[in-house]
């Protein structure tokens, strides 16, 4: 977790708690795919930082977006499995 501070409205700064998770990719020429998210009231943002060479220049683009949704929840079967255990052996 990290702590991010904020101004609220009356002026004294607050300390805000958030939840971020990475997951990186490393290509062999040194380029990454990173998705970080960062869990917020009411939902998550999503950041893709990509850098990568093409035509031997490197390239960095940012692209962030809103969800609702965990991003980096694992929707596979086996994922699926895995959440179903947790909950039965927590009911026990």
Same mark, same amino acid.
């Given at each position: 977790? *990290?702590?991010?501070?904020? +101004? +609220?409205?009356?002026?004294?700064?607050?300390?805000? %708690?958030?939840?971020? /998770?990475?997951? /990186?990719?490393?290509? %062999?020429?040194?380029?990454?795919?990173?998705? /970080?998210?960062e %869990?917020? +009231?009411?939902?998550?943002?999503?950041?893709?930082?990509? /850098?990568?060479?093409?035509?031997?220049?490197?390239?960095?683009?940012? +692209?962030? *977006?809103?969800?609702?949704?965990?991003?980096?929840?694992?929707?596979? *079967?086996?994922?699926?499995?895995?959440r179903?255990?947790?909950?039965?052996?927590?009911?026990?």
């Amino acid at each position: 977790m *990290s702590k991010m501070k904020m +101004d +609220d409205p009356m002026g004294s700064p607050t300390e805000i %708690e958030t939840t971020v /998770r990475i997951n /990186r990719k490393e290509f %062999e020429d040194g380029g990454y795919e990173e998705i /970080r998210v960062e %869990e917020v +009231d009411g939902g998550f943002i999503k950041t893709v930082c990509t /850098r990568k060479k093409v035509d031997g220049e490197w390239t960095y683009k940012d +692209d962030k *977006s809103v969800t609702t949704e965990d991003p980096l929840k694992d929707n596979s *079967s086996e994922g699926i499995a895995g959440r179903l255990e947790k909950v039965l052996k927590n009911l026990e």
